[in-house]
């Protein structure tokens, strides 16, 4: 079963704000889906988002 975080938990493994990972859930810049109102990221879409980070600074 994969792993499945709240945007709480991301924030709190990347030092921003909750806020911050609603942004980029609403913006389409991080792939997570929604269970009634609560967003919710699967481990996967979390690493291709980090991926995703490391490859646009260079």
């Known amino acids: 079963m994969p792993e499945i975080y709240t945007p709480e938990e991301i924030a709190e493994k990347l030092k921003v704000s909750e806020q ?3 942004r980029y ?13 609560n967003w ?19």
Do not use: D
């Open 20 to 22: 911050t990972i609603r």
């Open 25 to 37: 859930l609403r913006e389409e810049k991080m792939e997570g889906f929604k269970i009634g109102n």
């Open 40 to 58: 919710r990221i699967k481990e996967k879409s979390f690493l291709e988002f980090i991926e995703r980070q490391g490859t646009s600074k260079k």
